[in-house]
């Protein structure tokens, strides 16, 4: 199934994929994926599968001051945790809707959060006509179903964000970043995040370029803030070149689960300002609010829909990106940022290697292959020449 699902290359194949196995499998009746309309807190279905018409009518809430507040479904998404029913019939949470338990009838449910680093997609709901169906071993096996869903829809919005002529661009501020951090150095100068590379679940590796004047306080911010693992100079001057290892970076978080992208990150006197980029299919307001639940001065300056140019370098760059394996585009970006192709070098391949938790071979096998397909594409393509 895993593989199935990872072919997919849209949101809408991945979802349709996976209840459609599950409802064409021996295990199981029927399927289906809803997400949560924010405005109105209600439950909307987004794809189902051996099914017609089990929630017409029929509104689902996560308000929990809705007289019918969603039952599992509603569980599911408030806690983001697998919430499992083995006897609908007799499960209080199904008394709402116990004629339609026996219309379709099914005995068990389970109710799935679809989540990936922190933000959730929808929820899974799958139903089974025995009872007991989602015990023990059954139970683990379909919470990691929802974890790759989550997984693998994060990396679609992604890629579709890279490749998309239409893009969404905030800007946007937060003042007094590091606030609540109990600093001995006061911030001055200016530093940068000029590039995020995600390396596995909610870890990330960040490069960026900080005046002589920002070390001290980039090196005091690895010793207070504990989603920064470490800090290390690659090159000296003003501006130097550093490396951060972060765990659940908030900020990174929140723009990388939605397939985004930023530029233009830089934090001067403690305030961080920066635009991103997002697919227009993206909920905006999704990622503003995770955003504004660790930092709530989140400010928008600007907002506004755009397309780009269709120009041979963006030809060539979706070409890399449709090729590139997720691993071998980190691996390439991790060396190119950490400066492994400057000479002298900054980094050399056994240090990006344990910057990315993998062994040299691994990385150099994931480097050379990816700069094989990054050559292929420039070199073969015959719209690129001289003028």
């Known amino acids: 199934m895993t593989d199935a699902i990872v072919a997919q290359s849209t949101r809408e194949e ?50 929990p001051d809705h007289p019918f507040d969603g039952g599992p479904t509603a569980d599911a998404l408030r806690t983001g945790t697998v919430q ?16 339609r338990v026996n219309a379709y009838d099914f005995r068990s449910s389970a109710a799935i959060p679809i989540a990936h680093e922190g933000t959730t997609y929808g929820v899974l709901n799958v139903y089974a006509g025995r009872e007991g169906a989602f015990r023990s071993r059954e139970r683990a096996v379909i919470a990691r179903l ?17 490749l998309s002529d239409d893009l969404v ?53 690895e010793r207070v803030n504990p989603e920064w693992e470490s800090v290390t100079v690659r090159s000296e001057g003003s501006p130097a070149r550093y490396e951060l290892h972060g765990v659940d970076l908030p900020v990174f978080s929140a723009i990388a689960s939605q397939g985004g992208y930023f530029e233009d990150a830089v934090i001067e006197d403690g305030d961080l300002r920066m635009t991103l980029y997002l697919s227009p299919s993206v909920d905006v307001h999704s990622v503003l609010e995770s955003l504004r639940h660790n930092y709530p001065q989140t400010e928008i300056r600007s907002r506004r829909q ?14 890399i990106v ?37 062994s040299p071979p691994t990385f150099h096998q994931h480097l050379r292959t990816a700069q094989r397909k990054v050559l292929q594409a420039v070199l073969s393509s015959p719209t690129v020449g001289p003028e």
């Open 146 to 162: 929802g974890e790759i869903v989550g997984h693998v829809i994060a990396a679609s919005e992604r890629k579709r964000a890279l």
């Open 84 to 99: 499992v029913t083995n006897d609908a019939r007799s499960d209080p949470r199904f008394s709402p809707v116990r004629d």
């Open 322 to 358: 449709t090729d590139l394996t997720d691993r071998q585009r980190a691996t390439l970006e991790a060396a190119f940022y950490a400066g492994y192709f400057e000479w002298p070098r900054d980094a050399d391949g056994g240090a990006v290697a344990d910057s990315m938790g993998v």
């Open 169 to 221: 661009e905030l800007t946007l501020r937060i003042d007094d970043l590091f606030v609540a951090l109990d600093t001995s150095v006061d911030p001055e100068g200016w530093f940068s995040f000029d590039h995020m590379v995600p390396v596995d679940d909610g870890d990330f590796i960040v490069y960026g370029r900080a005046t002589e004047e920002a070390v001290p306080f980039l090196r005091d911010l």
């Open 14 to 63: 991945i979802e349709e994929t996976v209840c459609e196995l599950l409802a064409d499998s021996e295990a199981y009746k029927f399927a289906w994926i809803g997400a949560v309309d924010e405005p109105s807190q209600e439950v909307h279905v987004r794809t189902e599968a051996g099914v017609e018409g089990y929630l017409d009518g029929l509104t689902l809430s996560v308000d």
């Open 306 to 319: 755009f397309t780009r140019s269709f120009e041979d370098v963006v030809r060539i760059r979706r070409r």
